[in-house]
């Protein structure tokens, strides 16, 4: 009987049994699809942490492994310190050629702040080359800002270690001062104070 009555309803709906099949093929097919698509809603992987911001020029710089040796952090000026303290282990005066050589080193390195504290350390001990150094980068005609941890030229510290040089007797040094002077006359002739101040104090 049940037979009969499902005949009837095929007959009936007029939709052939294969249809049928087919129908209900899809109908699994898509309640598949359906469960197996992830959901929007999905947990996302956790967040990446940030970035450490880097640290300001007058900030602590991580020191390498190298160079480190339990000390934590390496600021402006802590190799020209380590170089003096080395220097003078035996309780002795630092050298002031030594000195140079390791501000020069320091410089070429591009460890501009370090190296300019050793030249004038060594400049103050009398070294002539040391002072001839600073001048230089202090000196509008060779100031750059890839040599030198001025701002800008300055005429006044260009003046001071020139005549330093010149004093513990580098020529180069009487030289430099000369052409100095044109630009300080000119810079006080169109008006500049530091300049004129400078003239007046010059020897």
Same mark, same amino acid.
């Given at each position: ?90 309780? #002795? *005066? /630092?050298?002031? !050629? +030594? ?6 080193? @320091? ?7 370090? %190296? ?49 040089? #010149? *004093? /513990?007797?580098? !020529? +180069? ?6 052409? @100095? ?7 006080? %002739? ?14």
């Amino acid at each position: 009987m049940a037979v009969e009555d499902e005949r009837r309803f095929g007959e009936d709906t007029g939709i052939p049994w294969g249809a049928k099949a087919l129908i209900v093929l899809v109908a699994v097919v898509t309640l598949l699809a359906v469960w197996l698509v992830p959901s929007e809603k999905e947990e996302q992987p956790p967040a990446l942490p940030e970035l450490a911001v880097p640290p300001q020029a007058d900030q602590a710089i991580p020191l390498p492994p190298d160079e480190a040796e339990g000390t934590a952090i390496l600021r402006a000026g802590d190799r020209a310190r380590a170089v003096i303290a080395g220097l003078r282990a035996d309780n #002795a *005066d /630092a050298n002031p !050629e +030594e000195v140079f050589g390791h501000a020069e080193q @320091l410089h070429s390195e591009n460890h501009l702040d370090d %190296a300019y504290l050793l030249y004038r350390f060594a400049a103050r001990e009398g070294h002539a080359q040391a002072a001839l150094v600073l001048g230089s980068q202090a000196d509008p005609a060779f100031y750059t800002s890839e040599t030198s941890i001025l701002p800008m030229p300055d005429l006044e510290q260009a003046y001071k270690w020139y005549r330093v040089a #010149a *004093d /513990a007797g580098n !020529e +180069e040094a009487v030289t430099r001062l000369q052409s @100095l002077r044109e630009q300080v006359e000119q810079s006080a %002739a169109e008006g500049d104070e530091s300049a004129r101040r400078l003239m007046l104090q010059w020897r």
